[in-house]
């Protein structure tokens, strides 16, 4: 903390004049009040002076200056911010909505939101004042519209009607597969030890690509690399799990070939087999080896 | 690409963690990239496991449009459009070059041309019988060598041999000295007729040739019989030539010397003028020289012609010394030109140009005697249209060569009492005889005879 402060002390008279916060009217007292406040929560990650001051320097004290001042309730800074970044704000909620109606309606309640309709202790909260200047703020309304919008569309999902769907053109989706515990224990332990080497980049790049099915050019942007590093890095990352998921399944007692097997065998489609075969009363007797063996695995559970 | 299995998928949709997300604030840094590494990598760790806010940080992505409209100008600045500009150039350049090539073939012209040519070797035969110069030596005996062949081969060629005889007697009635050139002459003409085939001969200084002209005056000798030769025998003669071509040069070229030296000791230097310009007064025998038939449309079609001129029309430069370089095999070697070293002395390039008037001349001879002899100049600019080659550069210096560089003679265009100033920075020939010039000090020149007389605009 007191880090911090004599870092603060140190830096305030340059940041106030970056901030230009009088011209908001934000006094000079708030504003290094809102430093202090910014910095001790920072304390935890930047322990060392430099990465302090550099922490401070890197703030964007003049976006945060203003939205603070709005938060304040400062009308001369609510019309600099209206002016900025009311336009914008629709069109990053039309992008994110992807309809005129859902985006105004997205856009209405962050304006809501920012203007602070909550009140506490009889005092109106803005949610600017949750703003500290480590991102753009156009960058962080468009992150928190993208918060709201995945809130929303998270609590509404479940309450879609059918008809709604039907007319959307989605019928009868296939409900959302249900991790299936996997055949043998020993395959998804593998899986799992293989994954957990992976550095967390990778895993987000695995996450996104293959569970969210993001774009190769999202993932790009999201990481802020070139498309084709993300699309060399997909590649090697299947070619290296699967080398270590075989080295694990090695490890724990499988032959080669039977761990070949269990990492080939979908257990989805093994799944769908089995339906299929039960459902079929009269089909021929030549099952495969390993379908019989799942069924009679399955039977007495 | 390859896919993962699909147990890493399940185990993936696993790992997904609960709990607290990370702040907008955060977030939005992350994305544009400005958090440190290790707040980076915690982010990234719960951006693993948490789908929302991997949807998030996707949502709030920066419109990609502004990323390449940024990104777009810059590469049309640096990639597409200069690349578009240059091809489009490349291809004019081509067009021209084509059509340039196409026209010459195609013209008429090429008599006047000859002419000169046929002038300027005479010229250049008496004036300078020194040993030859390395440069020009193995692409000129390659040269003779191709003619020897096709003159077996082609029968076209041996009908218009079979002509020949009727120039050359004219020929024969002037000085001695002068039927050497001239049989020469009627032999190149009969065997290729075009303006590229008589440019390999023309070195008057090579041991090869003047063995060549040697057997070829033995030919003569019997075509000095009153009635012309029949074909096979002319067949015959140029093989005889082609057979002594091939003999090496060692001690042949000492005997070869001699004899020229004597050739060039008899006549005076006002006698070689004179013959000069009595042959620059035949128009049969000029015609002779490389349209043996005579008339210049029967001539044409001769196929050997135009394969000729692509065999030997060498391409130009300037390298960065200002030095002329050529190459004779479509730019992979080049070679030095010294326009000094085979340029005709003023008092013959003076009696070659009878065309131009007195004060011009006068002009010519003040302009060419403050130049050493040996000082190559600096070029700044070449031009060729087949082997009709023009180079410019500092100081007036303008060159011509009829051959394709191996004879130059200097030009200093003049007219009345102005005469051209500044240098040469550029030189445009639309064809043999139309041209014009440029110069630093803002001249334009013109010449609509091929650089005999010009005009000052």
Known sequence: MSTVQSVLDDLLPDLHAKSGCEKLGLARDSFAAILLQIGAKQSAEATSESEVRTFFLTLRVDELALARACAAGHNAAWEIFLTRYREKLYQSALRIAREDSAARELADSLYADLYGTSTREGQRVSKLASYTGRGSLEGWLRTVLAQEYVNRYRRTKRLVSLDEESEEGIQFRAPEPDPVPAADPRLAQAADEALAALSAEDRTVLSAYYLDDRTLAEIARILGVHESTISRKLDKLAKALRKQILAALGRRGMSRRQAEEALEADVRDLQLDIRRSLAQESSPPAFSEKRVETRVREGPG | ?457
């Open chain 2, 1 to 457: 690409m390859q896919s993962v299995p699909q147990i890493v998928r399940d185990r993936l949709r696993a790992a997904a963690i609960e709990g607290a997300h990370v702040d907008a604030d955060v977030l939005t840094a992350f994305a544009e990239r400005s958090l440190s590494d290790r707040e980076r990598s915690r982010v990234l760790d719960h951006l693993a496991g948490c789908s929302e806010c991997r949807e998030v940080v996707a949502l709030a992505l920066p419109p990609s449009e502004t990323a390449t409209t940024v990104l777009t100008p810059a590469r049309r600045g640096w990639l597409s459009w200069p690349a578009f500009r240059w091809g489009f150039a490349a291809a004019g350049i081509v067009i021209i070059a084509v059509v340039g090539t196409v026209e010459i073939r195609r013209s008429s012209q090429p008599a006047t041309m000859v002419a000169k040519q046929s002038q300027n070797q005479n010229v250049g035969l008496f004036a300078q019988p020194q040993p030859p110069t390395n440069t020009s030596t193995p692409a000129d005996e390659r040269n003779e060598h191709k003619l020897a062949d096709k003159d077996l081969q082609s029968d076209g060629a041996a009908k218009e041999h079979a002509k020949v005889p009727e120039p050359s007697l004219t020929a024969r009635a002037i000085p001695p000295s002068a039927t050497i050139p001239q049989n020469r002459n009627t032999r190149d003409g009969r065997t290729v007729g075009g303006p590229i085939a008589g440019s390999p001969s023309y070195g008057p200084n090579m041991p090869t040739q003047f063995q060549q002209q040697m057997a070829q005056q033995s030919a003569n000798q019997l075509q000095a019989l009153p009635q012309p030769s029949p074909s096979g025998a002319a067949k015959q003669q140029s093989a005889d030539a082609f057979e002594v071509a091939k003999i090496p040069p060692s001690s042949q070229s000492v005997e070869v010397q001699s004899e020229a030296a004597a050739i060039q000791s008899s006549p005076s230097e006002t006698r070689a003028e004179t013959q000069t310009n009595q042959l620059s007064n035949q128009p049969s025998s000029r015609l002779s020289n490389y349209y043996a038939p005579g008339p210049i449309g029967k001539a044409k079609p001769a196929t050997g012609s135009g394969n000729g001129a692509e065999a030997v029309a060498p391409r130009w430069t300037i390298n960065s010394a200002g030095g002329l370089q050529r190459s004779f095999d479509q730019g992979n070697s080049w070679q030095d030109v010294d326009v000094n070293a085979t340029a005709a002395r003023p008092a013959e390039l003076k009696a070659m140009a009878p065309a131009k008037t007195e004060g011009a001349k006068e002009a010519y001879a003040e302009k060419k005697a403050p130049m050493a002899p040996n000082s190559a100049p600096v070029f700044r600019t070449v031009t060729a249209t087949g082997v009709d080659v023009w180079a410019g550069g500092s100081n007036g210096a303008l060159f011509h060569s009829l051959d394709g560089g191996n004879h130059w003679s200097r030009v200093v265009p003049s007219s009345f009492a102005s005469t051209l100033t500044g240098d040469i920075v550029g030189i445009e020939f639309t064809d043999p005889q139309h041209g014009k010039i440029a110069t630093s000090s803002g001249e334009v020149w013109t010449t609509a005879d091929d650089g005999v007389t010009w005009q000052k605009l």
